[in-house]
């Protein structure tokens, strides 16, 4: 399809993202992606433990995230990023926050991946999980796709990256690689 995506604008004091959760404005055809903006005045938690529990009896998919994202999926256009502002964000079990340009099988992306800005007052917090190939914060452009991709900045008192947890902008595809930016008083990796 043609078209914009709008957005999502979301104020609250806690905002929890499990069991596949997705909160996103995403162009999987020729537009530009809306803003991902939110606002939680105390706490962010974002977990993907059943996406990649072994011990379930459901199938497993790799590609499926608890997440925040802002994706242009095989398309023409850009995706415009993520803006979230909070006390403390967690992001755990391989969940990820994303704003990423794809191409897919017999279609080539066109576009760029979108920045990433994130204030927590306190504490940002990425946790891995091995199972996972990706975890954390991301802006990345594929293999299949031609763009830049876009900046990550991070502003917070406390930052921690355990588990194979990881910030990054990449470009796999044509086009340049974004800036990652941390501002933090303590870093734990």
Do not use: C, H, M, W
């Amino acid at each position: 399809g043609k078209g914009n995506s709008a957005g999502i604008d979301l104020n609250t004091k806690n905002l929890s993202i499990t069991n596949l959760g997705q909160v996103g404005a995403n162009i999987f055809g020729e537009g530009n992606g809306g803003v991902v903006k939110i606002n939680a005045s105390d706490t962010i938690s974002i977990d993907g433990q059943q996406a990649f529990d072994p011990t379930s009896k459901d199938i497993r998919r790799d590609d499926l995230y608890s997440e925040i994202t802002s994706i242009l999926l095989g398309g023409k256009g850009k995706s415009n990023g993520i803006d979230i502002t909070t006390k403390n964000l967690f992001v755990t079990n391989a969940a990820r926050i994303s704003a990423d340009s794809f191409g897919i099988t017999g279609f080539q992306g066109f576009g760029d991946s979108a920045p990433i800005k994130i204030n927590a007052s306190d504490t940002i917090s990425v946790q891995g999980n091995k199972i996972s190939s990706f975890n954390g914060i991301s802006s990345i452009v594929s293999v299949n796709a031609k763009g830049n991709s876009g900046n990550i900045e991070i502003n917070t008192k406390n930052l921690s990256l355990t588990n194979v947890a990881s910030i990054s902008t990449s470009n796999f595809g044509e086009g340049n690689g974004g800036l990652v930016k941390v501002n933090a008083n303590n870093i734990s990796i």
